[in-house]
């Protein structure tokens, strides 16, 4: 969530190429596929589920446009009734339950089929956990800092500086060492 909000945010807020630009980008949707959630496992989610909605309408209320947990098995929709109760009204209003029936048609009310998951009937070839892959304009608009033209594995976010430019920092550890490494900038002005 941090990389959203710290990182992929103000990536795509910067980026003149979309639809309605000189607003900023704000929010997100998450996709969550329960493919794999067994019943037991449906039932022991209450206190998951409880810090979950206690992170997300504490620390990122305003960020969450919609959560879809998709591919939700058959017994899931009355699990989720009971859930909740346990979690925080303006979070649950935001989560929507869908089989696998629907997922395809729900998403893409709201995404792209380009850019919709091809394991969720999209056609966006996409593996969980892969680092995500910049289209050109994206890599054009950097100021890369090693001629791979690519983001590293970890946490990564931007800091801004007084001279009009962000930096792409990653951040966290590696090997055991504090990270906190130059990745790209980019000039807020639109220049290089």
């Known amino acids: 969530m941090t990389v959203s909000i710290r990182f992929v945010l103000p ?7 979309r639809s309605n630009s000189s607003t900023p980008v704000s929010s997100s949707i998450y996709l969550v596929d329960a493919s794999g ?4 496992q449906g039932w022991n989610l209450k206190s998951f589920a409880q810090e979950i909605s206690w992170l997300l309408s504490t620390c990122y209320p305003e960020t969450i446009l919609k ?6 098995p058959s017994y899931f ?9 346990w979690i925080d009204p303006n979070t649950a209003e935001k ?3 869908l089989g696998s029936h629907e997922v395809f048609d729900a998403l893409k009310e709201n995404i792209d089929a380009a850019d919709i998951p091809t394991s969720f009937g999209g056609d966006f070839d996409f593996d969980h956990g892969s680092l995500p892959v910049l289209d050109e304009n994206i890599r054009d608009r950097l100021s ?15 800091s801004e500086y007084a001279d009009g430019k962000l930096t792409a920092m990653a951040v966290g550890g590696l090997r055991g060492l504090k990270r906190n ?4 900038t980019i000039d807020l002005d639109g220049g290089e």
């Open 37 to 40: 959630l067994g019943l037991k």
């Open 144 to 158: 890369w800092n090693s001629p791979q033209e690519s983001l590293p594995s970890g946490p990564l976010k931007f």
């Open 77 to 85: 929709a009355t699990v989720w009734k009971y859930l909740k109760k």
């Open 67 to 72: 959560v879809f947990v998709c591919n939700a």
């Open 95 to 97: 989560i929507e339950v």
């Open 181 to 184: 490494e130059v990745i790209a």
């Open 11 to 17: 990536l795509c807020t910067i980026m003149t190429d």
